[in-house]
Each structure stands twice: as C-alpha cells, then as structure tokens.
C-alpha cells in the first residue's frame, strides 16, 4: 500500500506498507524487534537512542538489500521522560525510528513517564492517544494481538501511582479504579481480570502456541516494582516469554 497524510493543501511523502499474512506452521517467521525506556531529557541524550536505531536499521537488522529483516517494532514504554515534555521528545523518539515509522507495525507498552499526570482517568492522556479523557471511564490495561499463532499481551500498570495517592488524597476517591481501598487491592484484581481472559483463550478451539506478555514495570524483582509480583502466577501460567522495561 502507498499513503499520505495531511490535507488536501498540505500533505506528506508518499510512503509505503505491506500486508503479510503469516502462517507458522508453513515455515513464516515473525520477527519482533524489542526496545525500551529511550527517554532522555534533552536532544543530546536522545540523539543517543537515534544513533542505536540508526545502528538496527542499517547494521544489525538489516538485511543485504537494506531492507529491514524485522517485521514488528515492540517497544515497553517510557517513549518519553515526561509526558507533559510531549514536544519535542515524542518527535525525538519518533524520528530516531527513521523510515521504520511508516512501514513497519509498532506497539508500546505505557510507561509511567508517558503520563502526562501518573494517575488514571482524565491524567491518563499519552503521546499516543487521547481516548482515555474522560474521568468517570475506567480503564482496562489489556492490549492483545494475534499474529498467526503468536499472542503478544501488552500491560501497561504504574506502580509510581502510590505518589499520587499519598499527594491527593484517598486512593477510593478515584473512581476509575474501582473504589479499591489500596494500590495493592487494584493490582489483585487487574491479574484476576487478565487470568480470566487469558484461560478461555488458551483452552478454547484455537489457543495459541507462543504467548508473549509485555509489562513497562517488571514483576520479577523485589524492589521498587515489588508490587507487581502479582502478575507473576499468570505470567509463569500462560506466557512463553515476558518483557519488560
């Protein structure tokens, strides 16, 4: 496919796409490239990111012809330092990606520096969209893609709310979490949630052979992101391979 953007007075280059449809089983190969965490405070630390995506694109994951030997860029967020800084640091992050913005798919998890406030509701706004602009809409974290036989389940979750409810107030004044009476109370239920659409989709006519899950905060650790953990049950359930950032 060939597209442009813009209006009829002012519109882009001409770039192109392809479709592919992939069949495992037939010997297709799907290809993820994973990065994650490019922000930076100013130009000259993400002209550090530029260099590495221009090191992928014409030396690491290129193939002879120069073309790219990948077929999906997956990122596990903190596309930006703060979410506030939008511009220019989502143009930085988006042109280190070059030519790949335009034809290869790209997926990210929601870091929590990609919050323009970290909390949820009218806060949840990011670089990436704005259809979480209404306060009284709870969110659901859930992203699923299904390439063939591979499901990739993207989580986005930010542990650094604890700030906002220790700063604002009562975390059940929140009404897009659910009057949950802590953060811990929340994380709980989001794993409940993600178990119960993961095990009729596993046991069901046509499961999936490799799941992948991605988190911008990563469970297996007994640090900062400790209360994540909750997640790793069904992690170590259902996925073939986890991300994180």
């Avoid at 790219?68 to 989502?90: A, C, K, Y």
């Avoid at 798919?105 to 970290?118: H, Q, R, T």
């Avoid at 992203?143 to 986005?156: E, K």
Wanted: hydrophobic share 35%; glycine share 6%; charged share 25%.
């Amino acid at each position: 496919y060939e597209y442009q953007v813009g209006t009829q007075s002012m519109r882009s280059g001409v770039h192109e796409f392809d479709v592919f449809n992939k069949d495992l089983s037939a010997g297709d190969t799907l290809r993820i490239l994973w990065t994650s965490d490019p922000q930076g405070w100013n130009e000259a630390e993400m002209r550090a990111y530029r260099n590495v995506c221009e090191k992928i694109m014409k030396d690491w994951e290129a193939n002879p012809d120069g073309t790219l030997n990948f077929d999906m860029w997956h990122s596990t967020g903190d596309e930006t330092q703060n979410g506030i800084r939008v511009n220019p640091e989502m143009y930085w992050s988006n042109f280190a990606r070059g030519e790949a913005r335009f034809t290869v798919p790209f997926a990210s998890n929601i870091g929590n520096n990609d919050l323009y406030k970290k909390q949820y509701g009218n806060g949840f706004q990011v670089n990436y969209c704005n259809e979480q602009s209404d306060a009284t809409k709870a969110w659901n974290g859930f992203f699923f893609q299904r390439i063939d036989d591979v499901l990739i389940v993207n989580y986005s979750s930010n542990e650094d709310l604890d700030y906002v409810t220790a700063k604002d107030g009562a975390f059940s004044e929140d009404p897009t979490l659910g009057q949950c009476q802590s953060w811990d109370e929340f994380l709980a239920k989001e794993a409940d949630a993600l178990e119960e659409v993961l095990n009729p989709i596993v046991n069901g006519a046509n499961p999936p052979q490799w799941i992948i899950m991605a988190t911008h905060q990563m469970p297996f650790t007994c640090t900062r992101q400790a209360k994540m953990q909750k997640f790793i049950p069904v992690i170590e359930k259902y996925a073939d391979l986890h991300i994180g950032g």
